[in-house]
């Protein structure tokens, strides 16, 4: 079955510690996406990526990194830069059609992380 | 300012009967997309209905339709007979054409929690 892995699915982080969500796609899209939702928020874009070895940031990219070496991995690190990382984090696919306005994204179950 | 508003929080609804998400959007692009999407407790994003900005007609998939009025930049989510696994968060999103200011990226509203009561 196709389809958007992410692991884990809880993470326990202690302040200081760099950690890292894995995303994983095996629908052969071309564009990937971390979005961080905060309680009762909507979902805001951290970085997304159109091919490989290529990426940019999104709207709150502070504190975070991420890297594109394959097509099908988009795997997004949490630095000890960044101040509040408790939040629901969800990784989308799509494919990139240039000038189409439908491009549906398709999401991951996410990755729930907490600091201690 | 904002792209995608939704006003509603937090809705209820009566088993069976029809409910209708509001949604309104600010773009200067003539070429764009409307999302919405549901998400249930469990947290997954689950994708229901798509209206672009040229479509004649309003979008339906099953339950779902989209009432899409543009001169008003509206683009409510209408859900007939709801049922009780209709409860979740529902997102409005619009995704603008590449060459715009979010570089065809989702813009997302912060959701209506809809609760269907039995």
């Known amino acids: 079955d196709g389809g958007i892995t992410q692991s884990p699915k809880y993470l326990f982080r202690k302040e200081g510690q760099n950690v890292t969500l894995s995303c994983e796609q095996n629908l052969n899209h071309d564009a990937m996406y971390w979005y961080r939702q905060d309680p009762g928020q909507g979902l805001r874009l951290i970085y997304y990526?159109?091919?490989?070895?290529?990426?940019q940031k999104g709207d709150i990219a502070e504190g975070y990194s991420v890297s594109r070496e394959k097509k099908e991995s988009f795997p997004l690190t949490v630095t000890s830069a960044q101040k509040n990382p408790t939040a629901f984090y969800l990784c989308a696919s799509s494919i990139m059609a240039a000038g189409d306005r439908y491009n549906e994204q398709f999401f991951g179950p996410g990755t729930r992380l907490t600091v201690l | 300012a904002q792209k995608i508003t939704q006003t509603q929080p937090g809705m209820f609804v009566q088993e069976k009967e029809a409910v209708t998400l509001d949604c309104t959007y600010d773009t200067s692009d003539p070429s764009y997309g409307l999302f919405w999407y549901k998400q249930p407790s469990s947290g997954e994003m689950i994708f229901l209905i798509y209206?672009?900005?040229?479509?004649?007609q309003n979008a339906t998939e099953g339950r779902y339709s989209l009432n899409f009025q543009k001169a008003r930049k509206s683009a409510n989510l209408v859900i007939s007979a709801s049922q009780l696994g209709d409860s979740a968060m529902y997102f409005c999103?619009?995704?603008?054409?590449?060459?715009?200011?979010?570089?065809?990226?989702?813009?997302f509203g912060k959701g209506t929690k809809l609760s269907v009561k039995p």
């Open positions: 999103a619009m995704r603008e054409a590449l060459y715009g200011g979010s570089q065809g990226n989702l813009i």
């Open positions: 990526s159109q091919i490989v070895n290529d990426f």
């Open positions: 209206q672009g900005s040229y479509d004649q």
